[in-house]
């Protein structure tokens, strides 16, 4: 029996399965999943760790009984000639197209302690990536979390709201600085402390013992359970020995085709265009433009642009785009508490964007940005979600001082004038206005100017 | 009875002063007495660097005509005072004379601080702070057209008196001990920017590289090294590295000064002797000195209200710098560091129609009243944002930018 094979049960292949089946009724499509349990959502992960859900609640629905998933059985290898996969039960499974949905595999640092004789993890060590991951790390006592990215901080944030005592290590000295800059980092570590995770930025766990762990400064943490969060790597074990071109991940095209076209990789396992997306809208994406493709449609896929948000209600941080681009304009806004980067091009659209406790605008800039939209360019009504006020006249008012080293008024200047000084000079001698600094030349003859225009209407 | 006022200093805060004298004191309550230590009236001090670019010294004097005209004032050109004897009411002048006060005006200014390091008194090496420092500056720059020139100190005043220089042919480099050009008045990023445009007018900046020492090099040359073993070789060297109030004749009269310097007085511009105020550099009000000729007018406006009978204070809401560079404009003005508690704080960095444009906006926490901004570039000194300064803003920031 052939037709579609997809090996992964992640979101890539589980989203993959079920649009096939919606597209088409009748493919024949078998799933081979290592993992034992029906697919699940990865992405609320953090909310098992903290108590919040219960692993039976992040399971996806079931795919309909046209579709045969072979659960807890790992594929061995791929036979690109017979075109057919051999798993670990023994089985050879035929395909006319293949799927790879292998996704990734967490990067373990080089710590001391961290693994077993047999390679391992140590007990009260764990990944934060699996729900075996989940069920291994002990329920109560203070955690360690190491690691922090995006996912090291939901970690951190899930478990101290859970009543734990969290510690944060992470290596480089700003939180998340893949997408982070100074200014938004510091505030999403105060944002983290304020809710009691202890932040260590600028270090590293060295060893870890049943209990505790030891900082790079020597000192000693309690902890119960060590949670991993250095990344994750994508598994192309399985393509690489069958030939396949991998960099980082699995090459493929905007056919989502691997470098043998019968045989296609989607989401955290997949290198399209020079990167590997390692996020779940990513995965979504391939995998709707795969199905399409694979039940007789069309499309292509470009990349999904990167967007990442903190999970939880506080702090509301939101990344979009690229915001280390170099754009023709950049726009910062702070205050105690709020921040704000956008990166626009010459079009005033939005390259990349950093922001950090304004959940509106963050909203708003993530719609712009997707549709390649031009941002209002009131920018920081745009920020604050106010409504750009205009209450000017149509000229300044007679209090405004233009001379600053005299405190010369436009009334007075104005009053001058009327008083006979008719001339910028006469002005100047009149009001004493330019004789400090100079600075208003300028401005005065570009006013007398004005007052000369009026005097001829 | 007309009472007797004796002003020490002749510069722009005092020239204010009895520019206001003369022209509201009707009932002629005072006769006044100045001890001008210049030999020349008081001149506009800010424009000095366009008198090293070369325009005639009478272009920058401060109208005088009624104050030098006045019966009633006596300006002494060319005359220090010496020593201020405040039980017998008299201020000795150099000349032996001594003035008897019924109210007394400090209006010393500030001299030029220069960094102790060796060589910084060798010939060559100039402060910049008087007319008569210009003329002897021109004057050396006369005889090395095309030379090197080092102004230490990246400042306004530096810059400007780089531009000076420049105009005077010589080519200029602005040393800066901070980590950018105007940390007094500008963050990183927009001094980054005025960096770039000076540059493209052959201002060459070297920030965050102290000066560390002056040496004679070949005939007529010096050799200035600075912390990073940068090595610059220049005709001349002009320090405009900050100033330090003159407080000294106030101090040796037992009148109190501020920690960094300058005549202590209060909101009145009055010391701790009633009789006695302060204006302009070398006043601190309150304990703090500004160095910049607005306050010192609104002080001279302060002390003449009060020299009249109406009880006037100083208040001063805030600087409006403006540089004056050929292609570089900058206008900074208000709380430029967004210090006010609450301070809501925008920036724009832009490239459009090939210019580069910084601005940066401080409002209130309601972002509705426009508390301070700098602006770099593009028409900068023409935007109307620094004379909307605590005013709410009539409409959306970004059309009020450059």
Known sequence: MSGIVVIGTGPAGHRLVTRLRRHDGTAAVRVIGAERRPAYNRVLLTDVLAGRLRPGQLELPAHDGGVRVHQGVTALGIDRRGRLVHTDDGRVHGYDRLVLATGARPVLPVLRGLLRPDGGMAEGAAAVRTLADAARLPGEGPAVVLGGGVLGVETALALRRSGRDVVLVHRNRRLMNRQLDDRSADLLAGQVRSEGVVVECGRRVRAFAPGRVLLDDGRTVPCAALLVCAGVRPVTGLARTAGLAVRRGVVVDGLLRTSDPRIHAIGDCAEYDGTVAGRVTAAWDQADTLAALLTGGTGHYRGTPPATRLRGPRPELAVIGRPDASGAETVLLSDSERYARLVLDAGGRLLGGILFGLPEAAAAAGQHYAHGLPLPPARLAFLLGTRPVRTAPARPADDLVVCHCNIVTRGQLAAAWRSGSTSAAQLVAATRATTGCGGCLAEITEFSRELAGDGAA | ?402
């Open chain 2, 1 to 402: 009875m007309i009472r007797t006022l004796v002003v020490v200093g002749f510069g722009m805060a005092a020239h204010r002063l009895l520019d206001r004298l003369c022209a509201e004191d009707s009932g002629h309550s005072w006769r006044v007495v100045v001890l001008s230590e210049e030999p020349r009236p008081a001149y506009n001090r800010i424009a000095l660097s366009s008198y090293l670019a070369g325009c005639e010294a009478g272009a920058l004097s401060l109208p005088s005509g009624a104050i030098l005209g006045s019966p009633r004032v006596d300006v002494q050109l060319g005359r220090a005072a010496v020593r201020l004897d405040r039980a017998r009411r008299t201020v000795t002048a150099d000349d032996g004379t001594a003035y008897r006060y019924d109210a007394l005006v400090l209006a010393t200014g500030a001299r030029a601080s220069v960094p102790p390091v060796p060589g910084h008194d060798l010939p060559g090496c100039f402060t910049y702070r008087s007319l008569a420092d210009a003329e002897a500056i021109r004057a050396a720059a006369a005889f090395s057209p095309g030379g090197g020139a080092v102004v230490v100190g990246g400042g306004l005043l530096g810059l400007e008196a780089a531009d000076g220089l420049r105009r005077l042919g010589l080519g200029p480099h602005v040393v800066e001990r901070a980590p950018h050009l105007m940390p007094a008045q500008l963050d990183a990023d927009g001094a980054r920017l005025v960096e770039r445009l000076v540059g493209a007018a052959g201002l060459r900046a070297y920030c965050g590289r102290p000066l560390l020492a002056v040496e004679p090099y070949r005939r007529g040359l010096l050799r200035v090294r600075l912390a990073d073993a940068t090595v610059l070789d220049a005709a001349l060297v002009v320090f405009s590295s900050g100033v330090r109030p003159r407080d000294e004749l106030a101090a040796a009269a037992g009148l109190a000064t501020a920690e960094r310097g300058g005549c202590l007085v209060d909101a009145a511009c009055r010391t701790e002797d009633p009789r006695i105020f302060a204006i302009g550099d070398c006043a601190a009000v309150e304990g703090r000195s500004y160095g910049l000729v607005t306050p010192g007018y609104r002080m001279a406006d302060a002390v003449a209200g009060q020299l009249l009978g109406r009880p006037e204070v100083f208040t001063y809401s805030g600087p409006v710098t403006r540089l004056k560079l050929p292609g570089v404009d900058v206008a900074g003005f208000g709380d430029t560091h967004a210090l006010t508690p609450g301070a809501l704080q925008i920036s724009y960095r832009k490239r459009q129609a090939g210019h580069h444009i910084y601005a940066k906006i401080v409002l209130d926490k309601a972002a509705e009243t426009l508390l301070g901004g700098i602006l770099v570039g593009g028409a900068a000194a023409r935007s109307p944002l620094p004379a909307l300064l605590g005013q709410k803003l009539p409409s959306p920031v970004e059309e009020l930018l450059p």
